[in-house]
């Protein structure tokens, strides 16, 4: 029996999010996956994940005919591409539809690269309690302007939060994820390197090796609240929403404060601060 492919389009977060339809896409269909991705990376590690490889192209031809003739059914399934945002359906449950199985955890359902973890543990190990924050994304790695607008899912009162967790948390690390050209640079973050003075923790998988090790995390709707969604890190954030709706997007095991400003994420930093404790009581 040939394999089937699945076709995969959209941001880290949303391929993140595909990771829960896992094991019932492997009951249903009595295969491991093979994914068609812009990010093959991230589903290297997943052991229901038989292949993952880079898409062939943003446009398919008929050329590409040898390539698809290796697989039993294509897939290209994709809540986006349908009526799903006319609705109140959680873009998973959208998903899971259109495959017509059932998840009953929304969350993302990941492997980290273990031989990598390996590498960084002792490193990790010697930071003791850090929380993980992410401000500012959407903009990849491609661009080399750093925009704020972001529809409406960046926060701008990222400097004065850290202040204030500085305060609460003299003892604690704050390491900010995003690539650079995406995001400010803030006082107080934490910035390690190796012995050689490059960055230690260099890529986004080593930032789901350390969302694993995290105390909490602090994010807005973009990679890092999904990386650090994870049911398999059993961790607690909370997520900052503008544009975008948590109840369509996000997941209850967080705290999701959502702005009362329907396009930019205006969330008083103390308004944060206050969800702090209920945080660290959920551990």
Known sequence: MRPNLHCIEGGVGKHLQFTSLFEELVNKYNQRLVISSGYPELFKFCPQ??????RVDEVFFDT???????YDEIFFHDPYKSS?????????????????????DLRPAFNVNTRR?????????GLNNFILLQFTGGQGIEGSTYDRSNLGRNYRHGQELI?????????????????????EEFIGETKINDQGGSPLFKTREDFMILAKHCSFFIAIDSALHHIGSNRHFDKKGIILWGTTSPDRFGYKENINLRSEYPYCVEIPPQQIMDKIDEVQNSK
């Open 64 to 70: 590409y005919q040898i390539f698809f003739e290796k």
């Open 163 to 183: 202040n204030l967790l500085q305060e609460k948390f003299p003892q604690y690390l704050f390491i900010i994820f995003g690539h650079n050209n995406e995001r």
């Open 49 to 54: 994940v038989a292949d993952s490889r880079l």
């Open 84 to 104: 799903f945002l006319k609705g109140n359906n959680h873009v998973v449950e959208e998903w899971a539809n259109q495959y017509k199985i059932k998840v009953n």
């Open 117 to 125: 973890e390996k590498i960084l543990l002792p490193h990790i190990q």
